[in-house]
């Protein structure tokens, strides 16, 4: 099967703080990323959706200058939460779309910004 | 917009007692997904329904899909404990490649 991974798996920083979560696609090219997260005790939400060597689309309500999504390949992207603050603390989820439109899910990343 | 609405939220059942989890949704698809998820966990896939009428069992779940009713089913059958975990249904956009989840049903199967 299809193996996604992400690092890192857990991280906590200061307030103020920059992170950046990679996502990698081991065994397969992802033509399209979809960045969810997660709040305690609720659903996922999608944050944006990017395509390979394109600028991410970013959901109504999440500001695109604070989670910066770099995909410039097909097998890495990346997620940086920028002066992260507390309310950014969540479980970021990374889903990879494959080139025959299979949608997989990374293993997560818990933020939590003190 | 699209809409998910999966019921119940919360289900506490007996172990060796059947229940179903339902999901409507508000606009057609031609694709919907059953994922599990444990505490601290990702997604795990559990099934993908592609048609009206299909119908997927694995051990003691079934899913299954009415296209028509804009309806998904998830059975439990003779439930476990190891059944326990949060499940979502997940409704495929077509015209933008995108998955919108129901809010989740925690599950807690007691011995």
Known sequence: ?114 | ELKVEQNPLFLSMQEGKNYTIYCNYSTTSDRLYWYRQDPGKSLESLFVLLSNGAVKQEGRLMASLDTKARLSTLHITAAVHDLSATYFCAVFEGSNYKLTFGKGTLLTVNP
Not at chain 1, 15 to 44: H, N
């Open chain 1, 1 to 114: 099967g299809a193996v996604v991974s992400q690092h890192p798996s857990r991280v906590i920083c200061k307030s103020g703080t920059s992170v950046k979560i990679e996502c990698r696609s081991l065994d397969f090219q992802a033509t399209t990323m979809f960045w969810y997260r997660q709040f305690p005790k609720q659903s996922l939400m999608l944050m944006a959706t990017s395509n390979e060597g394109s600028k991410a689309t970013y959901e109504q309500g999440v500001e695109k200058d604070k989670f910066l999504i770099n995909h410039a390949s097909l097998t890495l992207s990346t997620l940086t939460v920028t002066s992260a603050h507390p309310e950014d603390s969540s479980f970021y989820i990374c889903s990879p779309v494959s080139t025959v439109n299979e949608q997989f899910f990374g293993p997560g990343t818990r933020l939590t910004v003190l």
